[in-house]
């Protein structure tokens, strides 16, 4: 397998790229809804964390798990924002967001109004060039991508950042977000579970732990390692 779909949301952004689905919702604590947008070439949107709900949601990082609307066009995407952001006052960062929306934005809310085809005239985009040295075919794809943005009036800049930069920022500085956002995975995890009627389902992560080293992992699909990581590294936190 050369290709992959992003990782995380991407069974969201497959559908929709495949023309199996018109929308879909993908899960965003660190790029899990842009990038499978990205990966499959669709829009994908992170909204403000808490102008979503998040009641109901399965956690990774309350304080970065946002749900956001993917869909084939901007336009599409607008629509469905308008059905899925609405408030909740049971997630108290929902308050919050709609509290600071609302000053910034009175009046009934409808995404769509934000809509402007000459929103690109005049802008001007930065091209990181250091990003432009994978697959040749991924770079004819952005340059394609980059045409239009200048066919609509955009500018583009192209951008070349120091290799300490890179290093620390876009390579080692991953590893260091993965361990920012997955800190506090254990307790909203179990918080979490403990909604769940069904006495079944496992309520620790050590119990999950088992589900997966005796059933998943012996599996045809058993799950990245990352996931194990993940699970086995916040167990005792």
């Known amino acids: 397998v050369k290709r992959n779909t992003g990782g995380s949301s991407s069974g969201s952004g497959a559908a929709i790229s495949a023309n199996f689905a018109v929308l879909a919702i993908g899960t965003d604590t660190s790029t899990s809804v842009r990038g499978p947008s990205s990966y499959t070439g669709i829009v994908g949107l992170r909204p403000t964390t808490g102008l979503v709900s998040r009641t109901g949601i399965a956690p ?3 304080n970065f798990d946002s749900a956001g609307p993917m869909a084939r066009n901007v336009t599409d995407l607008a629509h469905m924002l308008n059905v899925i952001a609405t408030k909740d006052p049971a997630d108290p960062m929902n308050v919050t967001a709609w509290q600071g ?4 934005n009175p009046g009934a809310v409808d ?12 802008k001007k985009f930065g091209v990181l060039r250091d990003l432009f040295n994978g ?3 991924i770079n004819a794809l952005a340059e394609k991508a980059l045409d239009a943005i200048r066919a609509l009036g955009g500018q583009t ?7 300490e930069f890179v290093e620390f920022h876009l390579k080692s500085g991953v ?6 956002s997955d800190y506090r ?6 918080q979490y579970l403990a909604t769940f009627r069904n006495q079944n389902v496992p309520r620790t ?22 996931v194990m990581n993940l699970q086995i590294g916040r167990a005792h936190v």
């Open 135 to 137: 697959d040749p075919e």
């Open 60 to 62: 990774k990082n309350l």
């Open 205 to 226: 992560v050590e119990a999950f732990i088992k589900v997966y080293e005796d059933e998943v992992m012996k599996s045809p699909l058993p799950v990245e390692d990352s």
């Open 185 to 190: 995975f254990r307790v909203d995890w179990e």
């Open 101 to 104: 929306y609302e000053r910034a």
């Open 157 to 163: 800049v192209d951008i070349k950042l120091d290799p």
């Open 111 to 122: 995404f769509t109004k934000s809509l402007n085809s000459t929103a690109i005239w005049g």
């Open 175 to 180: 590893k260091r977000m993965r361990e920012l």
